[in-house]
């Protein structure tokens, strides 16, 4: 049992450039959620979804976008890359019903330069 | 809206020592509250929960206690160990839309021998 995998797991980007942060959970989740953690101010909410097809933003949405095409699949899209987004990405989810524990994936640590 | 405050770290103990890492809470309504650690290199882990007023959450000799009176959750354990050095963050969760984690921003524990 995977839980939540995150790909991949460091990346240098050059400013400008774009990238996609891929994540999968094989739980049948419906809820997945993005965070950025960066030091000193704990994690914050980019984007979530409460099941395929449906997406909304969180605390800090802009510079990022994803898609929900399928339960398992929850991908973040940077489109134009800036050092403000420098950070480590945390990809979760969590079932519906019952136990509000999240599963998280390991991260993604992204430097832009 | 919802906001966690958590003391600040690091905190350096020493094997066996007492821990406590305070927790307090701004939230309307009767949020469900949390502790998740993290280890080095690792994704968040859910560490302990508790869901109404004086409810204790326990697991791997933590505790904590929700405080509605005191809007808190503050962590203990009696008698840490080298493997406890991980981060620690307290976060709480609404009822609504998505059940979205507030996280507050961290405490650093190092225990040494």
């Known amino acids: 049992n995977a839980g939540v995998t995150q790909t991949p797991k460091f990346r240098i980007l050059k400013i400008g450039q774009s990238m996609t942060l891929q994540c999968t959970q094989d739980?049948?989740?419906?809820?997945m959620y993005w965070y950025r953690q960066d030091p000193g101010m704990g994690l914050k909410l980019i984007y979530y979804?409460?099941?395929?097809?449906?997406?909304d933003k969180g605390e800090v949405p802009n510079g990022y976008n994803v898609s929900r095409s399928t339960t398992e699949d929850f991908p973040l899209r940077l489109e134009l890359a800036a050092p403000s987004q420098t950070s480590v990405y945390f990809c979760?989810?969590?079932?519906?019903?019952?136990?509000?524990?999240?599963?998280f994936g390991s991260g993604t640590r992204l430097t832009v330069v | 809206g919802d906001s966690v405050t958590q003391m600040e770290g690091p905190v350096t103990l020493s094997e066996e020592a007492c821990l406590t890492i305070?927790?307090?809470?701004?939230?309307?309504?009767?949020?469900?509250l949390f502790w998740y650690v993290q280890y080095p290199g690792e994704g968040l882990q859910l560490l302990l929960k508790?869901?109404?007023?004086?409810d204790k959450g326990s697991n791997k000799g933590f505790e904590a206690t929700y405080r509605k009176e005191t809007t808190s959750f503050h962590l203990e354990k009696g008698s840490v160990q080298v493997s406890d050095s991980a981060v620690y963050f307290c976060?709480?969760?609404?009822?609504?839309?998505?059940?979205?984690?507030?996280f507050g921003t961290g405490t650093r524990l190092q225990v040494t021998l």
């Open positions: 976060a709480l969760l609404n009822t609504g839309t998505a059940s979205k984690l507030t």
């Open positions: 305070n927790c307090t809470y701004t939230a309307t309504g009767y949020p469900s």
């Open positions: 508790a869901t109404k007023a004086d």
């Open positions: 979760a989810s969590r079932t519906q019903a019952g136990d509000y524990g999240y599963t």
């Open positions: 979804s409460v099941g395929a097809g449906i997406t």
């Open positions: 739980m049948n989740h419906n809820y």
